[in-house]
């Protein structure tokens, strides 16, 4: 399969002299935003180093939550937690040690109301379709877990007036097409984007892209991805923001120049480009109006 949309490394925004410090995959983009690899996703901590007022952005695969708690402990100070964890969507790899950090540090759980049934045991997503080709993970993509998961003891929905607790100066902007309650977190005064998975920086449909993470701007994974014609329009709206540095759910963090272009290029021809020729949703998409995007679980 074709590269989706060139991105080179020098489009990288991660700090090498702070990542040759460490050796727990977390990379700075800024004084206090940086991301975490865990495995094949990112999870993303905004916050002043040292602080006791952060917030972790997802929770990885299952089995990561002692991998995120030594990064926390390592930027924050030990026995820190932060204010907030808020999930861009609730995808197993995005979710996964969910359940584990919310007991622990008992803070609340901030998601859109349209994610919240897909976490708090309601619902699971409808199935992934590796119809869509491109490698490995699609094929495979049935076998992973579609929840769903249940915080709903600390589960609350993200405040309507579009601001996010514990991160002042920031606002979330609903991304759908993903999933129906995907979203995207940006701070306007550095054009900050932490997009989840709303478009992402490797080919995550193949295990090769996924693990060496060879950057290329691409549409959301293409086997999870519900709604297609949203998933456009969310992707037109990050493009209109002009983010000067952007981090993914998937592959390294981008910054600059090189970033906006490819960015605007995926939105210009994204049905072409990341919309897969063939694919269950590009026909049917899943959407919360047709009573399509929730499976009750009770049915599985
Ligand atoms: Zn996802
Ligand atoms: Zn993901």
Redesign the pocket.
Known sequence: MAEQVPLSKAARADDPAYDKARNDETHEVAPDVAYQRLA??NVAYVGVPGSNEWVLIDTGVPGTARFIKAAAAARFGKESRPAAIVIT?G?F??VGALETLAREWDVPVYAHIHELPYLDGRAAYPPPDPSVGGGIMSTLSPLFPRGPVDVSPWLRELPLDGTVPGMPGWKWVATPG?TPGHVSLWRASDRMLIA??AF?TTR?ESAYGAWTQAPEMHG??MY?TQDWEASRRSVEALAALEPEVAVT??GRAMRGEELRAALATLARDFDRVAVPEHGRYVAEPARVETRTAYEPTRNR
Request: aromatic content about 6%; hydrophobic content about 25%.
């Open positions: 094949l996703v969507h995808h790899d995005h993903h989840g998975d992402i995550q959301p994974p999870f759910g998937h």
